[in-house]
Structures are given as C-alpha cells and as structure tokens.
C-alpha cells in the first residue's frame, strides 16, 4: 500500500470519527433540550437527579466539541501531508 493510499485511509477513519462525535453532540443537545422543555412546562419536577443530568449533559456538551476540534486539526494536517504528497 502506497503512502497516499494510506493517507487516504487515515483521512476516511477521521472523517466516520468526527461523524461519530457530531451524532454524539446532536444527542446530548437534543436530550437537554428535551428535559429543559419538560421542566418548563411543569412536566417535570426540578430536583437535584434533574439539575445533575443536566450538568452532566452540559459537561458532555463541551468535551464532545472540543474533542470535534481536535480531530478537524487533525484532519486538515493530514489533509496538507496528502497534498504535499501529490
């Protein structure tokens, strides 16, 4: 296997792993976002399992981007590497 074979195959592993965490992301908002509808509707008592949910979710939030970041820097190096190579 060639080196720009193998580049490529990083690239393509890069991109199912940033689908991946971009999925996760669109969940964790889209379940916070259902537990602050409900609570505001009077659905859904605010107690302290709720609140900590919600922390956890919110906490979930800012690992999954950040982690998103990393694998676009990742990405775009390997991007600059498979078009030197060309």
Do not use: C, H, P
Not at 3 to 8: A, G, R
Not at 24 to 45: H, R, W
């Amino acid at each position: 296997m060639g080196v720009k074979e193998k580049l490529q195959k990083e690239l393509d592993l890069l991109l199912e792993k940033l689908r991946f965490w971009r999925y996760v992301i669109f969940g964790i908002v889209s379940g916070t976002l259902g537990i602050i509808v409900s609570a505001s509707q009077n659905k859904l008592q605010m107690n302290l399992v709720i609140m900590i949910i919600l922390v956890i979710g919110f906490i979930g939030i800012i690992i999954s981007i950040k982690r998103i970041d990393t694998l676009t820097k990742e990405y775009m190096k390997l991007l600059e590497v498979l078009g030197k190579e060309e």
